[in-house]
RNA sequence: GGGCGGUUAGCUCAGGGGCAGAGUGCCGGUCUUACAAACCGGAGGUCACUGGUUCGAACCCAGUACCGCCCA
């Protein structure tokens, strides 16, 4: 006797979900073998920020991965799949300055030490919490390897990346406009800033002349800059100001003389062709002064405050406010000409969505293009491939026109630059420990106060976390990795720099294939975000439908390439597939073999057995066919359908009869179809398949760890297909008329069948199937069905059926039916009578179609004829 | 302004030169000894528009409209 365990009556998936995701974690399941055999297949976590909290996008993110990770591990791969968080230095910046502001503190009364203490101590308090929902997700990551980007051989790998990029020139410290974020207080690197269109003005102010009432006229959207200019600028073609070239005007308020340069670099159709310039303020203006040579005036401090340079009237001033009074002021002494309402686009701070401030200072720069020219060449060499391929131009785009790095940040928690200035006379040292004294001087040295921007510690990730710079094992087995999933969102921040950083250290590309998961958006196709409180919550999902119907949810709607509108509805569809699978796992279990299965004869098999054999060796290689393409929608199809609709509603339907006689071949069979079936399903469904798994009689130790099913050529049998199929015809036409009818299952019929001696001999073997599946009592085979009033017709393929009812038939209804029917087939005939009455159709479409199309007319007609007899006898 | 994607059943979406598909919703019926989170049946479509290529176009090409995203 064997030990079978019975299922409970429906599926309740957070118990079950408890105790594999533990049982994984306890058995060492997810952890790499650097000694292994197997060919490897390893893979790097995108690392979500270490205070996040799993949200929808990451629950996609990481579950077609783990999809992918489960299915390569039963096809026997050594798989790595390598977890970690990130540090995400502005993120946790700013929480921890926000708290210390509820307390009335700052950052600068506490001092560099102790704020790095309090966000050491929330790391540590908080850092855990998105670790914990990975593991609810059951993504089958490999947690003996998880990284931190702080962590102690990280940051010393970062260390090592910035003093070697810096002896190689390809890093340098500039004085520079760059973005700044007057909320964060940092400056930001070009794609963290998000442009936005914003309804402003344009405001025209008149700069007079020295010697006259006259003046030239500038626009501007920002006046409050103009406390900074050092000239006013117009195109050297501009017939309107070439006589004002090289003479003065008045900068008001200020009182300054500026002078008027030409450069072609002026739009004449903005405003009125002249322009002011503010080498400080203004990223144009900055190269325009340059070129020129124009003093640069700072008026605007890093905190958005009007500095001592913007005057006495303004210093202090938030820049808004100065605007202001800028504005009333210039209209008091009558230069304001006029105020146009005008759109344009505006950067934002993409964290806090702050309008950024262009600001002149010093900051720390890669030198991309030596970077980028190898990162894009191995894309174009198809080295590294995009899925969905169209991506590919995304990053080509960027990576042409790509700017230098701006990789300082004016935060403290993050990788501190290790560049050290001496004291006394200003020598800049860059070295991995810090020096004691100045290298030329011998003076005191102090190290630079600035973080590194977070990408820049994340460019490393598929190899500094692996062991590097050190030459470990783990690096020489799983690096290169082999695939990177993440979101288009951070191709730029991301993917493009750990191709670069990967092809510089490492000598080789960090991985060969990314795939670009779309965005995961309200039933509304809207951006799920929490201004918009339209926020569907993974865990929430996990809680009211389950982890596995979660999981099946987002796969079935990952295409490639688009993005997913999430529906609850969906998800409840998917939790009603979970509790289908139980109950179709306990329907097999109740009925299974108390003893050891034999060997499987192919002989003896029957009709059902052969045909779900059959579908199964399809629907196996149609599976790893659509993984291959990453094609997780059309994956999630086909084992749905295969399990609700072949195995649950047909298969274990026609094989009840089979069952009650105890037939242990067919028993046998279930059996094993249903193994595989858990097989196909884990790298969906790992819990609920896992659980059933161990129900089930001779099994080992995880599913996760049995083989992937792919059953052998010999499993195909399209005989039994068409035979099956021919039987699904006849039974669904019956159940068409009793439903039609008004006939209840119960209510037991008999039933014709008038067909060809093939048919005949087809159908035979399976009487009490027909019986079971259409509630029907006595079948005969019949030439020609039998002349009576009370006998419904239908016509199944070419099969007529009939079936003879006790009662009185509803003439009408019935009649209705048919007709509606003949209608159907008359014009379905008319569009092949006119293609294939179509000459050219005949004498330029393949043999093949013409053949197919003739076939089917056949067919139709014979159909047609029948049910055109079934209506006559009705009618008489 | 440049680029990318979309427009197919009430809704959410597949498909991609030769029969118009799925899930869900809707309508009707059924507690058929695995499952009412189920079962059986049914209705529902100008495949955005205009033109072209083709024996044949929802599908390929060109253009138009609308929606969304990215980059300046």
Redesign the pocket.
Known sequence: MREKKL?S?????HPVETRWSKFWLEENLFVADVDSSKPKFSMVLPPPNVTGVLHMGHALCFTLPDIIVRWKKMQGYNTMWLPGTDHASIAVHNVIEQSLAEKGLSREKIGREEFLKLAWDWKNKYGGVITEQLKRLGCSLDWSRERFTMDEGFSRAVKYVFVSLFKENLIYRDYYLVNRCPRCRTVLS??E???K?VKSKLWYIKYPFPDSDDGIIVATTRPETMLGDTAVAVHPEDDRYARYHGQKVILPLQNRLLPVIADETVERDFGTGAVKVTPAHDPTDFELGKKHQLEQIIVIDGNGKMTEAAGEAFQGLDRFECRQKVVEKLEEIGLLVKIEDYTH?VGHCYRCKTIIEPHLSWQWFVRIEPLAKEATRVVEEKKIVFI?E??T??YF??MY?I?DWCISRQLWWGHRIPAYYCQDCGHLMVEMDEPKACQKCGGPVQQDEDVLDTWFSSALWPFATLGWPEKTRDLEVFYPTDLMATG??II?FWVARMIMMGLKFMKDIPFREVFING?V?D?????MSKSEGNIIDPLEMIDK??TD?LRFTLS??A?????????E??M?????????????????L??LSDEEPDRINRKDLSLPNRWIRSRLFRVSHQLSASLKEY?F??AS?AI??FI??E????Y??FI?PEL?QGNRTTQEVMEDILKKILGLLHPFMPYITEEIWHHLPGTGRSLLESSWPEPPADWLDEEAEITMNFLQEI??EI??I???N?????EKVNLWICGNSHQKSMAEPYEAAIR??A?VEGIEFVQELPVDRKLLRGVAGTTEVGIQVARTIDLKAEKERLE?EIA?TKE?IS??EA?LN?????????AI??E??KQ?LVE?KLKQEKLARSWQELVN
């Not at 039933?523 to 951006?527: G, H, I, L, P, S």
């Not at 295409?559 to 529906?567: N, Q, R």
């Not at 195995?647 to 047909?650: H, P, S, T, V």
């Open positions: 299922l009556k429906s599926y309740d998936p070009d794609i800033i998000e442009h269109e686009v969905p169209n991506w131009k995304t785009e960027w026109k700017h288009f969102d730029f965005l958006r039933m509304k196709r809207r951006k439908y389950g119907a079935s709607l295409v490639p390439g688009m993005d997913i509108s999430l529906s509805d969906r409840a569809g998917y939790r009603a597939f979970a509790n289908k699978i139980w109950n179709a796992s306990r329907f097999v109740m009925n094609k929608y059309e199809e749905y359908h609700w609709h195995f649950c509603d047909w274990l339907e009840k009650r039974i669904s159940r068409t009793r439903a039609e008004r006939l209840p299952l119960k079971q599946l509630g509606k159907k379905d569009k092949l293609r179509n000459d050219d159709f005949l004498k330029r479409a393949p179609v013409v197919e199309h089917r139709l």
